[in-house]
């Protein structure tokens, strides 16, 4: 497991902290890198707008006027709501190199970014965990 403090620029908290606020499968996602399973996240087929927030520490991170239909099984967004809401890093596990997505934040593992996304704005698609995300209405 990958020890983020040092990715913790304005929140930094335990892993035992971390644990205590969040339920299991937050906890696996956002402090394990972990992934939900695929067509069975909270905000897949969410519709209502809004914004997208980071569960571990409420930082914004998408908007649901960015949020598509991929098909993939995961709540895709073409941008976040603010370029800096969110970091890329290289992520080479599982043999494959791919660039995971961070909170800005608080460091929490959100999901990946693909270059396969819409191509009429950024032709990139943020594959990110409901798990990861709190949704809050307009
Ligand atoms: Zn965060």
Not at 29 to 45: D, I, K
Not at 81 to 89: D, H, I, L, P, Y
Request: charged share 25%; net charge negative.
């Amino acid at each position: 497991m990958n020890d983020l403090s040092s990715d913790s620029p304005n929140v930094n908290k335990s892993n035992e902290e971390w644990r205590a606020q969040l339920t299991e499968q937050q906890y696996h996602v956002t402090r394990e890198n972990g992934t939900e399973a695929p067509f069975t996240g909270e905000y897949l087929n969410n519709h209502e707008k809004g914004k997208y927030m980071c569960v571990n520490c409420g930082h914004t991170l998408f908007d649901s006027k960015n949020k598509f239909d991929s098909g993939t099984g995961w709540p895709s967004f073409d941008q976040p709501s603010q370029k800096n809401g969110v970091e890329r890093r290289v992520d080479d596990s599982h043999g494959i190199e791919r660039t995971e997505v961070i909170c800005s934040n608080c460091g929490a593992h959100l999901g990946h970014v693909f270059a396969d996304g819409p191509r009429e704005t950024t032709c990139e698609r943020f594959c990110i965990n409901s798990a990861a995300l709190k949704f809050g209405s307009e």
